[in-house]
């Protein structure tokens, strides 16, 4: 029994065990998280654990940030000695601005990974909003017309290269979580 049933209430009239079986796991699930700090769901894809959070306190990080990194500090003393005395904050807000630009694109980076592991690509809703526009209704039948459809609308080459697009975006993010890891704090 997975997730997807947990609030279909015609499913557990017709399963009432399953209906125990979810309320009994999600309890367990629950004291996991009070005692742990995660539940066991975690473990079964970290990758999409982590995609969906970090972005989310990477945000908070950034609206919350007291300074900026170290090295971040030091080229804006190189640049302009000491803001306080100089007046001149501006070379200071600019490599401000750089960091927050660093962090949006750990941000959009892990992003595009949790869009991998959701398997969300976007031509799957142009697809299906053509479908509605053409009144193509979904079949798994080789020979009907959505099939038909799926095909000439290039949906496999085009979540192909949506793919890639999404790697690159979460290589370069992961490039710099790894180079700034030490630097996510506030």
């Known amino acids: 029994m997975s997730a997807f049933h947990f609030y279909e209430k015609e499913f557990y009239l017709n399963n009432p065990p399953e209906l125990l079986d979810d309320i009994r796991r999600n309890i367990k699930w629950a004291w996991q998280r009070v005692f742990r700090g995660w539940d066991d769901r975690v473990a ?34 190189e640049m302009v000695g000491d803001v306080s005395e100089d007046n001149s904050d501006s070379e200071y807000e600019k490599l401000a601005n750089e960091w927050d630009a660093v962090l949006d694109d750990i941000i959009i980076g892990f992003r595009a990974g949790y869009a991998i592991t959701q398997s969300n690509y976007s031509v799957y809703d142009t697809f299906e909003l053509e479908c509605k526009t053409k009144n193509i209704e979904w079949n798994l039948d080789q020979d009907s017309e959505y099939h038909k459809f799926y095909s000439e609308f290039g949906v496999s080459q085009k979540i192909q290269d949506e793919h890639a697009l999404l790697m690159k975006k979460f290589d370069h993010g992961m490039k710099l979580f790894h180079a700034n890891y030490f630097s996510l704090w506030d």
């Open 44 to 77: 079964w894809s970290i990758d999409d654990y982590l995609s969906e959070l970090v972005p989310e306190w990477i945000e908070r990080l950034k609206k919350t940030k007291q300074g900026r990194p170290v090295y971040f500090m030091a080229r804006s003393y």
